[in-house]
């Protein structure tokens, strides 16, 4: 049986599409059928480029982190003033979660059925943000008496969580207060420009 070569330009459409749907169903409510039909193939041309569901998601959060965990390793390895990293570092994260809003759930699921593999896959294939210069900047800054006293642990918590909640949050957000796609969109791209602001000017002295 001859084997026909995977198209580049067939997998880019089939991840667009995977995109799409993710974004508005997430990876437990999307299926492969509609991620077919939405590409413009059969589903059997679809498992050929990717076995399953799992796969292809792990593809395109691949294709996120790899994007974005370059950016974070460079503001924390900039020489940057601490405020500054902190605006670039929360917009960073929330461009490529607006893109990707359906990434903290997969990345949240997998730390929890298998914490070590997913640990050594981020580490590994992805070149996982090291914050240790940043961490050791807070830690400057608060001697200096710069920022309030504050654990740099902390801080980097607070800035990670106030970035990815929203995202874990959006189906009970969007039911209670009532907001469609564009309207939660249109916060999240709000929020970006504010949340940094509220951060510093929690930590200024």
Sequence with gaps: MVKVAKDNSTEEKILEAARKIFVHKGMTGARMQEIADAAGINKAMLHYYFRNKEMLFETIFSQAAQKLFPQLNIIFESDLPLFEKIENFVQAYMDVMIENPYLPMFVLTEMHQNPERFYKKMKGEMNFPKPDKFLAQIEKEVKRGTIKRISPL????????????????????????GLDELQFRQFITQRKKEYAGFVIDAIRK
């Design 154 to 177: 902390q801080l980097l918590m607070n800035i990670i969580s106030g970035t990815i909640f929203p995202f874990i949050a959006k189906p009970m957000f969007q039911m209670h207060i």
